[in-house]
C-alpha cells in the first residue's frame, strides 16, 4: 500500500495538468449518477478528504465519467491523515476503478484489488445527563447519569451487490464500574441496484421524514427502497417495545405484558428538489401491549402513526427543518412536532469545524415512541415541550464534542423539565 500512496501522491500532482488531454480521448464509458461511487465520494467530500471538481463541487445529479472519477480517487490516495472509514471507502474505489488508475499511472495490484472484504469502523463514546424536573409538591428531583458506550460496525462484500452488515454495541456505567453489556444489535443482507435496494435482517429503524423524530432504532423484517429524487420505502417485520422511551406509558405496559414486539409495516415517501427535501409517511403496529398503555383508545391493540416532515437549505451554513406526527389510535400524548434551525457543522475530519441549532420540541410519548434526541433518551425528561440548543465542535480529527441543553414543561402536568447533555467521541 506504501507504494500505492507514493504513487498516486505522484499522479495527483500531475492530474489537474493532464485532465484536458485525457479527457479528450477518453475510452471509458459514463459513471450513472445513481452509482454506488457517488455516495461513497460524496463522503470523502464531506469529511474533507477530496474536494471533487476542480471548482471544490460535486455535482452529484449528472453523470461524469470513469476518468473523472478516478482523478478524484487519486487525489483521495494521496492523502494519509484519513480515519479508517474513509479509507476503506478509498479502497473500494480503488479496486472499483483500478483499471482507469492504472491508465493513469496509480497501481493498483491484484493483492490490493481483493483486499480483505470486511470493513470495520467504529467509536467510543462518553455520554453524561444531568437532569432536572419538578416534583408535585413543587421541590426539584436532580438526577445525573453517564455511560460508556464502544461501537463496531463491520461491513463485508458478498459480491458485486450484495453486502452484509453489523453493529456491535457494548455499554458500561462508569459511576459504577460495572461489567459491560454487549450485544448484536443489528446485522442485515444489503443489496443495491439501479435505482433500487433492499434490507433484510436486524437492520436500521429511522424516520427519515422526521429527521429521527419518531424512531431511531432498529427491528427484526425486511426493507425495500426503490426511486431516484423520489424515493418510496416499504418496511415490514417485528419492533421490539422495550426500546421505546424509557419512562414513557408504552414501556411502562411493556413490562406487564408476555409479548414485547408488535407487529409493523410501514411505508414512507421522500425526495429532494433543488434546496427543498422532504417526505411522509404512515406507520402501523399491532400488539396487545397497546390495550395496557394509558391514552390509547379502550381496547384498541393498534398504533397508527402518520407524519410528515420537510426541511429548506439556504446555503452552506444555514438549514431550517420541521415535522408533524400524530398517533390517530392514541386519545392523549399523540401529537409530536418539531422545529430545528442548523447553523453550519462538525465534520470529524475537519479540525476546527463546529455547528450550533436551535431547536422547539413537543413529544407526545404516545407517537414519539423512540426519538432520535440524545435529550430523551434518559430517564425523567420525557413526554415534555420545550425550547434545545446544543453545539458540537472538532478539536482534534475525528473526535468531537458536544453539549445540548433543554427547557420546558412536562405535558401531562405542565411541570418543569430540565436537562444538561455532554458527549465526546472518538472515530475510528
Known amino acids: 500500500m506504501k507504494k500505492t500512496l507514493v504513487s498516486a501522491l505522484t499522479t495527483a500532482l500531475v492530474v489537474g495538468a493532464a485532465s484536458t488531454t485525457f479527457a479528450a480521448a477518453n475510452p471509458f464509458s459514463d459513471v450513472p449518477a445513481d452509482h454506488w461511487a457517488y455516495d461513497a465520494v460524496s463522503q470523502l467530500a464531506a469529511d474533507g478528504v477530496i474536494e471533487g471538481y476542480g471548482d471544490t463541487t460535486f455535482r452529484g445529479n449528472q453523470n461524469i465519467t470513469r476518468y473523472e472519477m478516478a482523478?478524484?480517487?487519486?487525489?483521495?490516495?494521496?492523502?494519509?491523515?484519513?480515519?479508517?472509514?474513509?479509507?476503506?471507502?478509498?479502497?473500494?474505489?480503488?479496486?472499483?476503478f483500478s483499471d482507469e488508475l492504472n491508465n493513469l499511472g496509480v497501481r493498483v495490484s491484484n493483492l490490493e484489488r481483493?483486499?480483505?472484504?470486511?470493513?470495520?469502523?467504529?467509536q467510543a463514546r462518553y455520554r453524561y445527563w444531568s437532569q432536572r424536573y419538578e416534583q408535585k409538591d413543587g421541590s426539584t428531583k436532580k438526577q445525573n447519569n453517564d455511560q460508556l458506550n464502544f461501537r463496531l460496525e463491520p461491513s463485508a462484500e458478498v459480491n458485486q451487490n450484495w453486502h452484509v452488515n453489523a453493529?456491535?454495541?457494548?455499554?458500561?456505567?462508569?459511576?459504577?464500574?460495572?461489567?459491560?453489556?454487549?450485544?448484536?444489535?443489528?446485522?442485515?443482507?444489503?443489496?443495491?441496484?439501479?435505482?433500487?435496494?433492499?434490507?433484510?435482517?436486524?437492520?436500521?429503524?429511522?424516520?427519515?421524514?422526521?429527521?429521527?423524530?419518531?424512531?431511531?432504532?432498529?427491528?427484526?423484517?425486511?426493507?425495500?427502497?426503490?426511486?431516484?429524487?423520489?424515493?418510496?420505502?416499504?418496511?415490514?417485520?417485528?419492533?421490539?417495545?422495550?426500546?421505546?422511551?424509557k419512562q414513557s406509558n408504552l414501556n411502562h405496559a411493556t413490562g406487564q405484558m408476555g409479548d414485547n414486539a408488535a407487529n409493523y409495516q410501514g411505508i414512507a415517501l421522500n425526495g429532494t428538489a433543488g434546496k427543498l427535501y422532504g417526505g411522509a409517511a404512515y406507520r402501523h403496529f399491532n400488539s396487545n401491549v397497546f390495550k395496557q398503555t394509558t391514552g390509547f383508545e379502550k381496547n384498541t391493540d393498534e398504533a397508527n402513526i402518520w407524519s410528515v416532515g420537510a426541511g429548506y437549505t439556504f446555503d452552506k451554513n444555514w438549514n431550517l427543518y420541521g415535522a408533524y406526527a400524530k398517533n390517530e389510535k392514541a386519545e392523549s400524548d399523540a401529537t409530536a412536532?418539531?422545529?430545528?434551525?442548523?447553523?453550519?457543522?462538525?465534520?470529524?475530519?475537519?479540525?476546527?469545524?463546529?455547528?450550533?441549532?436551535?431547536?422547539?420540541?413537543?413529544?407526545?410519548?404516545?407517537?414519539?415512541?423512540?426519538?432520535?434526541?440524545?435529550?430523551?433518551?434518559?430517564?425523567?425528561?420525557?413526554?415534555?415541550?420545550?425550547?434545545?440548543?446544543?453545539?458540537e465542535y472538532v478539536p482534534f480529527t475525528n473526535v468531537t464534542a458536544a453539549a445540548y441543553y433543554f427547557n420546558g414543561k412536562k405535558l401531562d402536568n405542565d411541570r418543569d423539565a430540565e436537562l444538561l447533555f455532554g458527549r465526546v467521541n472518538f472515530w475510528f
Open 114 to 122: 481483493n483486499a480483505d472484504n470486511v470493513k470495520w469502523n467504529g
Open 167 to 245: 453493529r456491535i454495541d457494548a455499554f458500561t456505567d462508569p459511576s459504577k464500574d460495572t461489567d459491560a453489556t454487549v450485544k448484536l444489535a443489528r446485522v442485515w443482507a444489503q443489496g443495491d441496484y439501479k435505482n433500487f435496494q433492499v434490507k433484510l435482517g436486524k437492520l436500521p429503524f429511522f424516520s427519515t421524514e422526521t429527521a429521527g423524530m419518531l424512531f431511531d432504532d432498529q427491528f427484526s423484517g425486511a426493507q425495500v427502497t426503490f426511486g431516484k429524487n423520489l424515493k418510496a420505502t416499504l418496511e415490514a417485520g417485528r419492533w421490539n417495545l422495550n426500546s421505546a422511551n
Open 71 to 96: 482523478q478524484m480517487i487519486a487525489k483521495a490516495m494521496a492523502k494519509s491523515d484519513v480515519s479508517a472509514a474513509d479509507k476503506a471507502l478509498i479502497d473500494k474505489l480503488a479496486a472499483e
Open 337 to 391: 412536532h418539531n422545529i430545528q434551525l442548523n447553523y453550519k457543522g462538525a465534520q470529524k475530519a475537519n479540525k476546527g469545524s463546529w455547528g450550533a441549532y436551535t431547536a422547539y420540541r413537543y413529544m407526545g410519548q404516545n407517537v414519539a415512541f423512540a426519538p432520535t434526541y440524545e435529550t430523551f433518551l434518559s430517564n425523567g425528561v420525557n413526554n415534555v415541550k420545550g425550547w434545545e440548543v446544543g453545539t
